[in-house]
């Protein structure tokens, strides 16, 4: 994807003395539509994530967007559809079970 600075804006302004760039190049691994639903975005994004985690593996999950873009949501998710938080909790306590100490 690539985005061109607005005539008026500061960067097309910044950009015509020479200063940053009026074009930025934006490039994703995938793009998912709102009619995916919680489960299928965690079991195609995050769920291999925790099971590496759960091997001693570091990992850090960091949303970023604008305001109401979402970020919350795809967290957290609502009571009956869990975000990716809840989801992922679920996987490593389930994961852990007969290997905790009573």
Do not use: C
Request: aromatic content about 10%.
């Amino acid at each position: 994807l690539i985005l061109q600075a607005p005539k008026d804006s500061f960067a097309q302004k910044s950009n015509e003395r020479g200063i940053g760039q009026a074009a930025h190049r934006f490039t994703f691994s995938q793009i998912f539509g709102p009619e995916v639903g919680q489960a299928s975005f965690f079991n195609l994004t995050v769920k291999e994530m925790v099971k590496d985690v759960l091997k001693g593996q570091n990992w850090l999950i960091y949303t970023y967007g604008v305001t109401n873009s979402g970020k919350t949501h795809t967290i957290q998710g609502t009571i009956k559809d869990g975000g990716i938080l809840p989801r992922s909790l679920a996987l490593i306590f389930n994961s852990l079970q007969g290997q905790l100490h009573p």
